[in-house]
């Protein structure tokens, strides 16, 4: 599919935003910390605020991204993206832990769902190695991992360097040629999408050496897919604002209505650009927003309260939706204290 054909004139407003300085500094995490302090951005799921360029406070947070290290040791910078590629980049970012030793990490961890795609390129190391019970399979050293409403096994046993990106809905028909649909639920090779052209990335990738050499090079190359790109639909805009609002959780059928979409013209729009239905990405949703408040949760016996505050009907409803999301109880959860709260080891 020719995305160009599928892309229209980008907003001349696009062009007045102000361009982020390319400064970039490595971060060094703590060993051992276990910071849980999450800035309140839905969508990015405790991510630094769009305008930061980097951040320097401990990144156990860090957990939208699908393959970021897992060493509690490891250089990891970020930064927002520039100029147009900002309508569908939430964020970049580049991990080493392939130079540190830590006994203590596991082999392989639960991926959680975020609700968002995200696409990684491993620059050392094995391919990315994802599990289906106990068998392992390589999907690759650059690979699209679309939105998902479940989670996923991966392998961090052996260090690596990876760079990525975390994706914005709206994504993958300009940046791949497909909507989200096509790419949900499942991890696609990058070249599958761009051909030989992923290859030739990842040679020039690895060939930069320097961290933010090799962040402009991914940024450029991405850049490259948008000559003539537009906002996501109104009604998909809309709707995100709607479900990710911090006040009461909107009804799907109302915000449909809001809309003046039929509910399956709504659906298809939602599921083109997102990667999943609204009830789904509700669900994750708020899935994330109960992990965001699990920490502080004294003990079981609050927990009746607690689900309901955070959407549920009752405890059993909250306890049985977060096993099936998570793989783990609510309980399992907390006791395995993941320093990356959607990177669950598993031990």
């Not at 305008?51 to 290290?69: C, D, K, W, Y």
């Not at 961090?156 to 649909?181: D, I, T, W």
């Not at 109104?234 to 209505?257: G, K, N, T, W, Y």
């Amino acid at each position: 599919m020719d995305v160009a054909g599928h892309a229209r004139a980008q907003d001349d407003r696009v062009t007045q935003q102000a361009r982020t300085p390319t400064t970039m500094t490595p971060i060094l995490r703590p060993g051992g910390q276990r910071d849980r302090i999450r800035q309140p951005d839905p969508l990015l799921d405790g991510l630094p605020s769009p305008s930061s360029v980097e951040t320097r406070r401990p990144l156990a947070p860090f957990a939208a991204i699908g393959e970021v290290a897992y060493a509690t040791a490891a250089m990891l910078s970020i930064r927002a993206p520039r100029g147009a590629l900002r309508l569908f980049v939430q964020r970049l970012w580049l991990s080493d832990d392939s130079t540190e030793l830590d006994l203590s990490r596991p082999e392989r961890v639960r991926m959680l769902p975020i609700g968002t795609m995200h696409v990684a390129v491993r620059l050392s190391g094995p391919p990315i190695r994802l599990y289906d019970g106990a068998r392992g399979r390589d999907v690759g050293h650059a690979v699209v991992g679309g939105a998902r409403a479940g989670f996923y096994v991966r392998d961090v046993a052996r260090p690596a360097r990876s760079l990525g990106a975390q994706l914005a809905p709206g994504a993958a028909l300009p940046l791949f040629g497909v909507p989200a649909s096509a790419l949900a639920g499942a991890h696609t090779e990058l070249d599958a999408l761009w051909g030989d052209a992923a290859h030739v990335l990842r040679d020039q990738l690895i060939d930069a050496v320097a961290s933010e050499r090799q962040l402009a090079l991914f940024e450029g190359a991405l850049a490259a897919r948008l000559p003539r790109v537009r906002g996501i639909h109104p009604a998909v805009a809309h709707a995100l604002m709607r479900f990710d609002s911090s006040a009461e959780q909107a009804r799907i059928a109302d915000v449909v209505d809001e809309t003046g979409y039929s509910h399956r013209r709504f659906i298809t729009l939602f599921c083109d650009a997102v990667g999943l239905t609204p009830k789904r990405y509700c669900r994750v949703r708020r899935f994330q927003r109960a992990i965001d408040r699990l920490a502080a949760a004294p003990d079981e016996s609050t927990w009746g309260a607690f689900a309901l505050e955070a959407g549920y009907s009752d405890q059993a409803h909250f306890t049985r939706e977060f096993t099936e999301l998570a793989g783990v109880s609510p309980g399992r959860y907390r006791a395995l204290a993941p320093a990356q709260p959607n990177h669950v080891p598993i031990r």
